[in-house]
Protein backbone atom coordinates (compact mmCIF):
# COMPACT_ATOMS: atom_id res chain seq x y z
CA UNK A 1 0.00 0.00 0.00
CA UNK A 2 1.49 3.59 -1.14
CA UNK A 3 0.31 6.73 1.03
CA UNK A 4 -0.80 8.74 -0.97
CA UNK A 5 -1.50 12.18 0.37
CA UNK A 6 -1.30 14.95 -2.71
CA UNK A 7 -3.25 17.83 -2.62
CA UNK A 8 -6.81 17.91 -4.17
CA UNK A 9 -6.86 20.54 -6.80
CA UNK A 10 -8.93 23.75 -6.41
CA UNK A 11 -11.50 23.93 -8.73
CA UNK A 12 -11.93 28.13 -8.17
CA UNK A 13 -11.14 30.68 -5.69
CA UNK A 14 -14.91 30.41 -4.83
CA UNK A 15 -15.38 27.12 -4.23
CA UNK A 16 -11.72 26.78 -2.41
CA UNK A 17 -12.74 29.59 0.22
CA UNK A 18 -15.98 27.64 0.79
CA UNK A 19 -13.98 24.94 1.50
CA UNK A 20 -11.38 26.36 3.56
CA UNK A 21 -14.62 27.66 5.30
CA UNK A 22 -15.76 24.60 5.90
CA UNK A 23 -12.86 23.18 7.18
CA UNK A 24 -12.31 25.79 9.68
CA UNK A 25 -15.87 25.57 11.17
CA UNK A 26 -15.86 21.88 11.42
CA UNK A 27 -12.39 21.38 12.54
CA UNK A 28 -13.12 23.91 15.16
CA UNK A 29 -16.07 22.53 16.42
CA UNK A 30 -14.35 18.71 16.72
CA UNK A 31 -11.68 20.21 18.45
CA UNK A 32 -13.93 22.60 20.75
CA UNK A 33 -16.20 19.74 21.94
CA UNK A 34 -13.57 16.97 21.94
CA UNK A 35 -12.06 15.51 25.61
CA UNK A 36 -9.93 12.89 25.56
CA UNK A 37 -6.87 13.03 23.45
CA UNK A 38 -5.64 13.63 20.00
CA UNK A 39 -6.77 9.71 19.47
CA UNK A 40 -10.31 11.16 19.95
CA UNK A 41 -10.57 13.91 17.41
CA UNK A 42 -8.88 12.06 14.88
CA UNK A 43 -11.66 9.86 14.69
CA UNK A 44 -13.86 12.38 14.86
CA UNK A 45 -12.71 13.38 11.61
CA UNK A 46 -13.00 10.00 10.21
CA UNK A 47 -16.54 10.34 11.06
CA UNK A 48 -17.20 14.20 9.84
CA UNK A 49 -14.93 13.60 6.50
CA UNK A 50 -15.60 10.04 5.58
CA UNK A 51 -18.96 9.67 6.43
CA UNK A 52 -21.12 12.79 6.43
CA UNK A 53 -19.14 15.03 3.64
CA UNK A 54 -17.29 12.00 1.88
CA UNK A 55 -14.09 14.41 1.24
CA UNK A 56 -12.01 11.57 1.54
CA UNK A 57 -12.58 7.63 1.85
CA UNK A 58 -12.28 5.21 4.17
CA UNK A 59 -8.53 4.22 2.65
CA UNK A 60 -7.23 7.49 2.02
CA UNK A 61 -8.28 8.22 6.02
CA UNK A 62 -6.40 4.85 7.39
CA UNK A 63 -3.34 6.51 5.56
CA UNK A 64 -3.88 9.91 7.13
CA UNK A 65 -4.08 8.29 10.30
CA UNK A 66 -0.74 6.09 10.21
CA UNK A 67 1.01 9.30 9.17
CA UNK A 68 -0.52 11.43 12.16
CA UNK A 69 0.35 8.60 14.75
CA UNK A 70 4.04 7.62 13.37
CA UNK A 71 4.49 11.69 13.42
CA UNK A 72 6.64 13.59 16.05
CA UNK A 73 4.34 16.16 17.72
CA UNK A 74 0.07 16.19 18.60
CA UNK A 75 -1.94 13.54 17.36
CA UNK A 76 -4.57 16.09 16.67
CA UNK A 77 -2.53 18.64 15.07
CA UNK A 78 -0.92 16.29 12.69
CA UNK A 79 -4.10 14.85 12.11
CA UNK A 80 -5.39 18.13 11.30
CA UNK A 81 -2.01 18.90 9.31
CA UNK A 82 -2.67 15.99 6.91
CA UNK A 83 -5.86 16.19 6.09
CA UNK A 84 -6.22 19.98 5.75
CA UNK A 85 -3.31 19.24 2.97
CA UNK A 86 -5.44 16.35 1.37
CA UNK A 87 -8.30 18.84 1.04
CA UNK A 88 -6.78 22.31 -0.07
CA UNK A 89 -2.80 22.01 -0.06
CA UNK A 90 -1.08 24.26 2.58
CA UNK A 91 -3.97 26.78 2.89
CA UNK A 92 -5.75 23.58 4.14
CA UNK A 93 -2.99 22.67 6.57
CA UNK A 94 -3.12 26.61 7.95
CA UNK A 95 -6.59 26.65 8.77
CA UNK A 96 -7.18 23.31 10.38
CA UNK A 97 -4.13 23.67 12.86
CA UNK A 98 -5.47 27.24 13.29
CA UNK A 99 -8.75 25.69 14.04
CA UNK A 100 -7.39 23.05 15.86
CA UNK A 101 -5.30 24.97 18.26
CA UNK A 102 -7.46 27.59 19.38
CA UNK A 103 -10.47 25.67 21.36
CA UNK A 104 -7.81 24.14 24.05
CA UNK A 105 -5.78 27.25 23.81
CA UNK A 106 -8.75 29.62 24.77
CA UNK A 107 -10.56 27.00 27.53
CA UNK A 108 -6.93 25.79 28.82
CA UNK A 109 -6.13 29.56 29.61
CA UNK A 110 -9.29 30.24 31.46
CA UNK A 111 -8.74 26.92 33.29
CA UNK A 112 -5.62 28.19 34.37
CA UNK A 113 -7.33 31.33 36.08
CA UNK A 114 -9.45 29.27 37.95
CA UNK A 115 -7.46 25.95 39.00
CA UNK A 116 -7.87 25.70 42.67
CA UNK A 117 -11.50 25.84 42.01
CA UNK A 118 -11.70 23.35 39.45
CA UNK A 119 -9.33 21.34 40.87
CA UNK A 120 -11.44 20.42 43.95
CA UNK A 121 -15.01 20.77 42.40
CA UNK A 122 -17.02 17.16 42.29
CA UNK A 123 -19.16 17.83 39.43
CA UNK A 124 -16.65 19.12 37.53
CA UNK A 125 -14.75 15.47 38.31
CA UNK A 126 -17.77 13.69 37.48
CA UNK A 127 -18.29 15.27 34.51
CA UNK A 128 -14.78 13.99 33.21
CA UNK A 129 -15.58 10.75 34.36
CA UNK A 130 -19.02 10.68 32.26
CA UNK A 131 -16.94 12.21 29.24
CA UNK A 132 -13.84 9.63 29.40
CA UNK A 133 -16.64 6.74 29.14
CA UNK A 134 -18.03 8.28 25.94
CA UNK A 135 -15.12 8.97 24.31
CA UNK A 136 -13.73 5.08 25.11
CA UNK A 137 -16.92 4.11 23.15
CA UNK A 138 -16.20 6.69 20.43
CA UNK A 139 -12.54 5.24 19.85
CA UNK A 140 -13.89 1.59 20.01
CA UNK A 141 -16.71 1.89 17.64
CA UNK A 142 -14.24 3.81 14.69
CA UNK A 143 -11.25 1.19 16.01
CA UNK A 144 -14.21 -1.61 14.73
CA UNK A 145 -15.35 0.11 11.74
CA UNK A 146 -11.76 0.92 10.39
CA UNK A 147 -10.10 -2.53 11.23
CA UNK A 148 -13.34 -4.13 9.71
CA UNK A 149 -12.61 -2.18 6.76
CA UNK A 150 -9.28 -4.04 6.34
CA UNK A 151 -10.47 -7.86 7.16
CA UNK A 152 -13.08 -7.12 4.14
CA UNK A 153 -10.98 -6.09 1.81
CA UNK A 154 -8.99 -9.53 2.37
CA UNK A 155 -5.45 -7.40 3.35
CA UNK A 156 -4.25 -10.46 5.51
CA UNK A 157 -0.91 -9.46 5.93
CA UNK A 158 -2.13 -6.03 7.84
CA UNK A 159 -4.89 -7.87 9.35
CA UNK A 160 -1.50 -9.57 11.13
CA UNK A 161 0.18 -6.44 11.34
CA UNK A 162 -2.78 -4.93 13.07
CA UNK A 163 -2.90 -8.21 15.38
CA UNK A 164 0.57 -8.39 16.29
CA UNK A 165 1.02 -4.43 17.09
CA UNK A 166 -1.89 -4.88 19.49
CA UNK A 167 -0.42 -7.92 21.08
CA UNK A 168 3.04 -6.56 21.36
CA UNK A 169 1.78 -2.98 22.81
CA UNK A 170 -1.14 -4.56 25.08
CA UNK A 171 0.59 -8.03 26.40
CA UNK A 172 4.34 -7.75 25.92
CA UNK A 173 4.41 -3.74 26.58
CA UNK A 174 6.71 -2.79 23.56
CA UNK A 175 7.54 0.60 23.39
CA UNK A 176 4.78 2.29 21.05
CA UNK A 177 7.72 4.31 18.79
CA UNK A 178 9.36 0.90 18.12
CA UNK A 179 6.20 -1.22 16.94
CA UNK A 180 5.14 1.91 14.62
CA UNK A 181 8.88 1.61 13.58
CA UNK A 182 9.17 -1.97 12.92
CA UNK A 183 5.22 -1.83 11.06
CA UNK A 184 6.62 1.68 8.92
CA UNK A 185 10.05 -0.88 8.07
CA UNK A 186 7.60 -3.84 7.01
CA UNK A 187 4.96 -1.07 5.04
CA UNK A 188 8.48 -0.09 3.16
CA UNK A 189 9.19 -3.43 2.63
CA UNK A 190 6.04 -4.78 1.26
CA UNK A 191 5.64 -1.50 -0.73
CA UNK A 192 9.08 -2.30 -2.48
CA UNK A 193 8.37 -5.63 -3.33
CA UNK A 194 4.27 -4.83 -4.70
CA UNK A 195 6.79 -1.82 -7.03
CA UNK A 196 9.16 -4.48 -7.84
CA UNK A 197 6.77 -7.05 -8.86
CA UNK A 198 4.52 -4.69 -10.89
CA UNK A 199 8.09 -3.32 -12.71
CA UNK A 200 8.95 -7.00 -13.44
CA UNK A 201 4.93 -7.67 -14.93
CA UNK A 202 4.83 -4.65 -16.96
CA UNK A 203 8.76 -5.58 -18.98
CA UNK A 204 7.06 -9.51 -18.98
CA UNK A 205 3.89 -8.12 -21.02
Known amino acids: MVVNVKAKQDTGSGSGRALLCKLFISTLYLSTFTFGGGYVIVTLMKKKFVDEYHWIDEQEMLDLVAIAQSSPGAIAVNGAIVVGYKLAGMAGVLTSVLATVIPPFVI ?30 VIAQVVWEMGGTI ?15 FAA ?15 ALIGVVRTMRSEKARKKGERAS
Request: hydrophobic share 65%.
Open 108 to 137: LSVISLFYAAFRSNLVVGWMLNGMQAGVGA
Open 151 to 165: VKARQWISVCIMVAA
Open 169 to 183: NYVFRVNVILIILIC
